[in-house]
């Protein structure tokens, strides 16, 4: 094998929540999603790197697993990676096994159903800084002599804490030949399992493992964090603490960015001639993706408090509690984790509900995740709110961050009523368990926090000076062409392309209180949410004939809406499948076009029924 | 005449960027393998190719989030470590 030119395949192997996607970051420079919860990674991701010498290393992190039966999809994809099944990933030359040195017994049974693969292994005994401080005792030494594989002590998280790692992945140690038994079948029998667990116990022995002491304090707070009554309490007043925060904290800098982009739009108006470029630099491009820009201070405060809360290992026992609320509407407790990350996205959601075996409780949690609050309705949001709702206090609460939290309980409502609806069209009845490992408190890791935050600001910034930029443009041509007759009366872009299809389109939402400007915002804001925010900075601008309103969309619309259309496009985004990404990734992990259709209808239906009821009430 | 002529070249250029951030995945990877065709049979484009098609390539070709607009973090370092 030249090893010089082909990069030798090396996969990371272990139980959820044990740190391999963290080692996988640590050894590859990746700045992969890592958390303090068990599911984060459903599908295997690939990495490179190089070694002192120069020789490539192809680095696979597969998805988590307590064994090599699976019962899963994602659990499948790590089994049929080790057997070397699939067609595209050849068998990796050298399995990394890492084990939460904490929790030895969970991931060493998993070490030795690998070691029968007769694959070259290291095992890799991770979290060894919080196992010595809880008094762990793991000889590495003896454990390697029992094992007969190489034995080394990781600390993925912090800088170095690799490096033992590295030192054997760097050596020719295991590329020495040795004899490979042909795995059989799927893995290991069910008669083998006894003979496994006496083995496990044989070198827990051999290692002279002792538990982790347990921590009195973990203890006590768990009582409380997992108490039916109080439990629930802390965890409604978690979220409303964070939407709060997203209103209350997010208001100084959001005041800066917009007088920034005023100020740019004035610059830009002043001194460049009237023309075509000038239209489009300040009501396309200024008005437009500038006015999306202003709501970065509420993305990252949202996702100062997510982050927090994924590593302090809190999430998992709001998991726990809400458990019996999700099964009594027919959910799996598995679609925990998958509703929680559709809060974020719906996209990695969706791809984690691989984690739910039973094929009915999976296709339940797809159809509802775009329920789920997605961080690209925050901009449309915070405009509405900011617009139309007084920033008035209600007692210690501000009431834009009430209405806020009201919206995000809504999608979960709807959510848990469209799955129960959904149960009793199932002829399925088995409810599948949650089993969920709850990992350890932790006090939420700086830099983590700060990374996951800049990740985010970036993701935010590239999509406004990527598809939002173009689709602004785009529909600032197709709303300035073509040119109005020289007798015309009413704004240019009444009589422009995308003029005429708004006219056209509020013969559809005029019942539900939509204007024509509402119209077509709509429409590139199908591409995905925070579109229509850009969309209307535009068509508003366009529409004020001449005059500046760039970044000034939202007391335009205070005054120009009424409280009844606001809220009706309020409601409206609560459940318009306004994101064509998610729509594809259904029809990838449903392999049909049927789920997306049925998603895409049921979800329009139902925006409009709730806003034609909305705007009725309201008006 | 020539400010038309910029704002036209902006429009077409937003309008193929758009168009092609939204395209289906595997219509997008099947017009890259169509590009990766043709560029092989011009030697003058063989570094361009290796640098920046291959790895565009390999990214279309994943699943899942990679097709959606808001992943941005899920690429690996340019420059193994």
Excluded at chain 1, 507 to 529: D, T, Y
Excluded at chain 1, 564 to 591: D, H, M
Excluded at chain 2, 14 to 28: G, I, T, Y
Aim: some cysteine; charged content about 15%; hydrophobic content about 50%.
């Amino acid at each position: 094998m030249d090893a010089a030119v082909t990069p030798l395949r090396m996969a990371l192997v272990g139980v959820p929540n044990c740190g391999k996607t963290a080692l996988f970051n640590r050894l590859t420079g990746s700045r992969q999603k890592v958390a303090n919860y068990p599911g984060v990674t459903v599908e295997r991701r690939e990495g490179e790197r190089a070694t002192a010498d120069g020789r490539g290393q192809r680095i696979l992190d597969l998805p988590g697993t307590y064994s090599l039966n699976p019962t899963t999809l994602d659990e499948a994809i790590t089994r049929d990676v080790l057997l070397g099944r699939l067609a595209d990933t050849p068998a990796p030359e050298l399995v990394i096994c890492v084990v939460d040195a904490v929790h030895l017994p969970i991931g060493l049974r998993l070490a030795l159903e690998v070691k029968r693969l007769g694959l070259p292994m290291v095992l890799a005994l991770n979290r060894m800084d919080v196992a010595r401080r809880r008094g762990v005792q793991i000889d590495a030494a003896r454990l390697s002599a029992e094992l007969g594989v190489p034995v080394v002590p990781t600390v993925a998280v912090k800088r170095g804490g690799a490096d033992a790692l590295i030192e054997i992945m760097e050596s020719d140690r295991w590329l020495v030949p040795r004899s490979v038994t042909a795995p059989a079948g799927n893995g290991v029998s069910a008669q083998d399992a006894e003979q496994l667990q006496r083995d496990l116990q044989g070198l827990l022995g051999a290692a002279g493992y002792s538990p982790p002491r347990d921590n009195p304090w973990f203890a006590r707070i768990d009582a409380l964090l997992l108490h039916p009554f109080a439990g629930l309490v802390i965890l409604l007043a978690v979220l409303f603490v964070m939407f709060q925060a997203v209103f209350s904290w997010a208001e100084a800098p959001m005041d800066w960015i917009e007088g920034a982009m005023n100020s740019l739009g004035e610059f830009t108006a002043a001194h460049m001639p009237a023309g075509p470029l000038a239209s489009l630099l300040v009501n396309g491009v200024i008005g437009g993706a500038g006015s999306v820009l202003v709501f970065l201070p509420q993305i990252i405060i949202l996702f100062f408090f997510i982050l927090a809360l994924e590593d302090s290992g809190y999430l998992p026992r709001a998991a726990y509690l809400l458990d019996r609320l999700m099964g009594s509407v027919g959910l799996s407790g598995r679609a925990f984790i998958p509703l929680l990350s559709s809060h974020a996205c719906a996209i990695p959601g969706i791809m984690a509900t691989r984690t739910i075996p039973n094929w009915r409780d999976r296709l339940t949690t797809i159809m509802i995740a775009p329920l789920m609050t997605c961080s690209a309705r925050l901009p449309v949001y915070g405009l509405l709110i900011a617009a139309l709702i007084p920033a008035r206090a209600i007692g210690p609460f501000n009431l834009q961050g009430l209405v806020l939290f009201a919206l995000y309980s809504a999608g979960i409502v709807s959510g848990l009523l469209v799955a129960f609806v959904m149960k009793h069209f199932s002829k399925s009845r088995q409810y599948s368990p949650l089993m969920l490992e709850l990992p350890d408190f932790q006090w939420p890791n700086a830099a983590n926090l700060v990374l996951g935050l800049w990740e985010r600001v970036k993701i935010f910034l590239s999509r406004v000076g990527g598809i939002i930029l173009a689709l602004m443009i785009v529909l600032w041509f197709l709303s300035s062409y073509p040119a109005p007759p020289p007798d015309a009366t009413g704004p240019a872009i009444q009589y422009s392309l995308a003029g005429k299809l708004g006219a056209l389109l509020q013969h559809v939402f005029a019942p539900i209180g939509f204007n024509w400007q509402i119209s077509i915002a709509l429409v590139p804001g199908l591409a995905a949410r925070e579109v229509a925010v850009g969309a209307l900075g535009t068509v508003y601008a366009l529409s004020a004939a001449g005059d500046d309103v760039s970044g000034q969309l939202q007391p335009l619309i205070a005054s120009s809406w009424s409280l009844a259309t606001g809220c009706s496009l309020l409601v409206w985004y609560i459940f318009a499948p306004q994101c064509l990404s998610t729509l594809a990734v259904v029809k990838r992990e449903t392999n049909s076009w049927r789920y997306p259709l049925i998603m895409a209808g049921y979800l329009f239906a139902l925006a409009y029924i709730a806003a034609f009821v909305t705007y009725r009430v309201m008006r | 005449m020539i400010e038309e002529l910029l704002v036209a070249l902006i429009v077409l250029a937003a309008f193929c960027f758009s168009a092609w951030k939204l395209m289906p995945a595997r219509r997008r990877l099947q017009l890259l393998l169509a590009l990766d065709a043709w560029s092989a049979r011009r030697p003058s484009l063989a570094r361009w190719r290796e640098r920046s098609l291959k790895p565009r390539i390999a990214r279309a070709g994943g699943v899942g989030c990679d097709g959606c607009a808001s992943n941005g973090a899920h690429h690996p370092p340019s420059r193994p470590r």
